[in-house]
């Protein structure tokens, strides 16, 4: 069996049952993670808090393009927002406050970059839904989600004005 190094990881070549391994797999996915011994994928769960910077984002593109399709790069750019916003945003998807269309590039990658916001985003940018704080990502998908039930105010750091952002809607 070929070992994979990554850095934190723990790494267990002589694993002869499934069950140990899937014990390996399980008990370090909400550590450093783990290589699991039977695909050699690396395995963790990223615990993930939706940021000020993505909420401010989804309200900026709700306010240019509704529940409109967009491409989520060149629309960012077009408002001028922030780099940071740009990376994070598509985090967003893990609370089902946006949607990613499906469909491949020329590469053949699904990632085409195109969105909409979805009806949960909408009442979530009116603070008329709350979401729970994390999202626990395993494999590029939600599986868990937890802490507090937070409003799109809650997100907000102490010098940000919601009032002043919404006066545009």
Same mark, same amino acid.
């Given at each position: 069996m070929k070992n994979i190094e990554v850095k934190g990881a723990e790494v267990i070549s002589n694993i002869e *049952?499934? #069950? !140990?391994?899937?014990?390996?797999? %399980?008990?370090?996915?909400?550590?450093? @993670?783990?290589i699991c011994p039977c695909c050699q994928q690396f395995t963790k769960v990223y615990? %993930? =808090?939706?940021? @000020?910077s993505s909420a401010y984002g989804l309200v900026r593109l709700y306010q240019k393009y509704g *529940? =409109? #399709? /967009?491409?989520?790069e060149r629309? +960012?750019?077009?408002?001028?927002?922030? *780099?940071?916003? %740009?990376? !994070?945003?598509? *985090?967003?998807?893990?609370? !089902?406050l946006i949607i990613q269309h499906k469909g491949k590039r020329e590469d053949g990658s699904s990632r085409n970059g195109y969105y909409n916001i979805t009806d949960r985003g909408v009442l979530f940018i009116f603070n008329h839904t709350k979401v729970q704080k994390y999202?626990?990502?395993?494999?590029? +998908? %939600? /599986?868990?989600?937890? @802490?507090?039930?937070v409003l799109i105010n809650d997100c907000w750091d102490e010098k940000f004005d919601y009032n002043e952002l919404m006066g545009n809607v």
């Open positions: *049952k499934l #069950e !140990d391994a899937i014990s390996l797999v %399980r008990d370090n996915l909400n550590k450093g @993670g783990a615990k %993930r =808090k939706i940021s @000020g *529940k =409109k #399709e /967009f491409h989520l629309a +960012l750019k077009e408002l001028n927002i922030l *780099k940071i916003v %740009r990376s !994070d945003f598509p *985090k967003l998807r893990y609370w !089902d999202a626990h990502i395993y494999n590029n +998908l %939600r /599986f868990q989600s937890s @802490g507090d039930l």
